[in-house]
């Protein structure tokens, strides 16, 4: 690598430190060629990133921020997955294939200056996604006013049913 590609590659990767809200570390030694392209073909559709990673760049980027903790877990040949968008999709991506392909694992994660474990990376992946997280918010919003109308509409329904059972007493009296 000379020297352009390399500041070209920390660049990058300084960016992805600062903008992304969580990154997952993945071993991938040993994975063919075609699951890696399937792999990265899954972190796409789900707005993720993956990139092999030399250590001693991510090393670098690192020291002196609050991601520093992740040294930690650089040893041996690294990947990271990351969202810019959604911090728990890298890591459902990942705990998939965790469980689908052999040689794929979880080397632990990152979250907002707290290092994950394997275990913590799986518990990442069971958060909701914004997107469900905007659903929950808008339902929350809407039940109030649901609520108001079904409440406002109750008395005058239990009142023309009060006098739909008058008008059929009395049209059973009359008969």
């Known amino acids: 690598m000379n020297r352009v590609q390399k500041d070209a590659q920390l660049e990058y ?19 063919n060629v075609e699951t890696i392209t399937r792999i990265r073909r899954e972190f796409r559709e789900a ?4 990139k092999v990673i ?12 609050k991601a520093e903790v992740i040294n930690e877990l650089l040893h041996g040949p690294i990947a990271i997955a990351y969202s810019k968008e959604d ?9 998939k294939f965790a469980k689908e ?8 994660g990152y979250v907002d200056g707290v290092v994950l474990d394997d275990k913590g990376v799986e518990a990442l992946s069971k958060m909701p996604s914004k997107k ?5 918010l808008l339902a929350t919003m809407l039940a109030v ?5 079904k409440l406002m509409l109750a008395a005058p329904q239990r009142m023309l049913l009060v006098l739909n059972a008058k008008k059929n007493k009395m049209d059973e009296n009359n008969s």
């Not at 006013?145 to 109308?149: K, N, Y």
């Open 13 to 31: 990767l300084k960016d992805v430190i600062n903008v992304a809200p969580s990154l997952v570390l993945i071993d991938f030694k040993g994975i």
């Open 47 to 50: 707005n993720c990133e993956y």
């Open 54 to 65: 030399k250590n001693t760049l991510l090393a670098h980027v690192v020291k002196g921020t």
């Open 87 to 95: 911090p728990a999709a890298p890591a459902r991506v990942s705990v």
């Open 101 to 108: 392909v052999d040689k794929f694992r979880i080397h632990g």
């Open 132 to 136: 469900e997280l905007q659903g929950m």
């Open 145 to 149: 006013p649901q609520g108001m109308l």
